[in-house]
């Protein structure tokens, strides 16, 4: 099954400690962003190629690993990256949360509580959370050198006086130990409560971008607020149509083109599982 | 000497050294955790899971300084034969490797800059026993409290004080392994 013309993983040796040696940087300063030497893989940036150097990094011969994409386990990111680990590395996979040890991850935390000895890593697009405000990396450096935080709240204010309410929906910075503004990655912010005191340890890379930052396990991850616009970790108020879970982050799926539309949970493998134990929506089958 | 300068390293380098770096990234990520690292036989007075950690994180990029009874022949061969990593003084380190009091004093590593301070120095400490009892350690990593046998008290408070600069730590004994990184308050 391993294809024995690559090294364990694919990526060489080297190349793992110089991204093992980020790691334990990004970890014992949570939150910061660590510059490092990311490769060409051989797939695109932007289809997780910090990720993939990530998990190449620390997988072991014995990972239960398990990928998904915007929670789904059997879309086209996550099936490739999947058969890529498969074929190079000979890891089992699985697509059951609570028997993965290694999962990568792009835009989604699984509904299913983590624990420890589980690695999450995240597919970042781009890490920077003041990137939008500030284009110089040069500045953006120094802001988070000296705290400067006040520009990402006048981004958040801006979007109150505009919408009437902080309608940032996605990638929703964390101020983490009181210290690094962080961009989580594009997760809705509905799983951004999960991030903080999670039993888990978290690691994000983006590789176009060449960062890659960590969460070490139970953490504290504040989202950004006011004190009168209170964080809210929203979503669809809709239950699941196909398990009828009211607590999980729902997919809107339109049905025909007559407006009909379809609300389910977009961790394919917590749906499957309410189902298999006799769950149903109404819109099941 | 020559066989022992160039035998002793990962019998499976690939999977040896993922198996090291997940039982090290756990140390670092649960400060006060305990993990094993065995299969490296380096030459004394280098202790097995020390050189677990050389393997696994040093290379031609990653100078090194040798403190005190580690800054011996045989060690500087065993190190330039399996890591190939230069050896350097305090100021110029990536990593440094020796007992407590031999890495004294802690000023004179690099702690990293307000812009970058993922470029500073990792300790690698050398402890004649190490066990999860003695200072408490809190903060991220770290559920509520956690314990371990610091060789000091004041070093680290301060060391901790620096956040976000600051060196990281990581102790061996045998063949365990703990880690200590700036973020974590000890008291």
Redesign the interface.
Known sequence: MTDAAYNFAYLDEQTKRMIRRAILKGLAIPGYQVPFASREMPMPYGWGTGGVQLTAAVMCPEDRFKVIDQGADDTTNAVSIRAFFERTAGVAATTRTDEATLIQTRHRIPEAPLRAGQVLVFQVPIPEPLRFLEPRESETRKMHALEEYGLMHVKLYEDISRHGHIATSYAYPVQVEGRYVMDPSPIPKFDNPKLGDCPAIQLFGAGREQRIYALPPYTRVVSLDFEDHPFEASKADHPCGLCGATDSYLDEVIMDDAGRRMFVCSDTDFCGQRQAAGHRGKDAA | MQTETLSGGFAS???D???A??A???A???PGTLHHLAGVQPPAPLSPAAAAVLL????V??PICLGGAHDCDGLRRWIAFHTGAPLVGAADC?FALGAWEDLQPLSAYPEG??????R?A?LIVELPRLSADGATLQ?????DRAALSLPDLAAFQSNAAR??LGL?FIFTSGDLVAAL???TRVS
Do not use: K, N, Q, W
């Open positions: 380098p690939a999977t050294a993922a198996h770096f997940r090290v990234m756990e670092m990520a649960r696994t994180l040093c290379d990029d990653t990536a800059t307000p812009e970058y301070p993922d500073s990792t903060g991220p990593g770290i559920a956040f976000p990281d990184p700036r973020s």
